[in-house]
């Protein structure tokens, strides 16, 4: 079986990649709930058994590396505006910061073989795909 | 400025551990809301500056990495129970996946320099620290 990994690093391989629209930071929407267009998420074929119980209209959570993103900056003003004093950015949703993975939650609207087609995604062109995960329901529906 | 990498992975460099009266995955809690300990999440003097807006109350959202994991299993019986149909891993929350990152809803109890107490963690002591990130609210409030 793989390593997990151990010593000064572990390493991220991408299952993926998304398909989008949007491919400059800056008019990209800040959050997905920001306008954010319908997007593809495109998986490599070796993590197919992996997302073969994906269905239409569920709610998902996609984790993503922001390979544009800067990883030595620690602080930052929030939104980029000026005005608001600098704030640490384990505080924010910048995406610069030492481990550059976005948290985006999005709702399935297709599924077709390795693609899946998802609403209110704000992630970039080509931006890779490391993990995708359900929504949590009630603790008894799990 | 650091690279974020690219080519066949990417390289995470964790920001802590955890600390915690966890020690064992067979009798860990299985989501944070299910009976799981308060924990220190303690931070690597480097990133100090990335959580010193850290304050007791608020909610965060802690990125692991699942280092007792496999990334090979692609697909599970959920919560271990063998009556329940094998599942694809991105539809479970299943620790073992092609990139094991831990997500956890956590809510701050305390703050003391480099160490901040929370609640409901239900990761195993010594878990790499990747992220931390707010829960974010309402549009009108970020």
Chains 1, 2 share one sequence.
């Not at 990649?17 to 400059?24: A, C, H, K, Q, Y």
């Not at 505080?91 to 481990?99: A, L, V």
């Amino acid at each position: 079986m793989d390593e997990v990994g151990g010593g000064d690093g572990y390493v991220l391989h991408p299952v993926g990649r998304v398909l989008s629209p949007l491919t400059d930071a800056a008019s990209a929407p800040r959050q997905g709930d920001e306008g954010a267009p319908a997007a593809w998420l495109v998986f490599d074929p070796q993590v197919e058994q992996a997302l073969r119980d994906l269905r239409v209209g569920v709610e998902l959570l996609v984790l993503t590396w922001l390979d544009r993103a800067l990883r030595d900056v620690l602080a930052v003003h929030p939104r980029g505006d000026e005005s608001r004093p600098e704030t640490g950015v384990f505080s924010t949703r910048s995406p610069h910061r030492p481990n550059p993975i976005g948290l985006h939650r999005v709702r399935v609207l297709a599924v077709d073989g390795l693609r899946v087609e998802v609403a209110d995604l704000e992630a970039l062109d080509g931006t890779p795909i490391l993990d995708v995960k359900p929504v949590l329901g009630a603790a008894d529906e799990r």
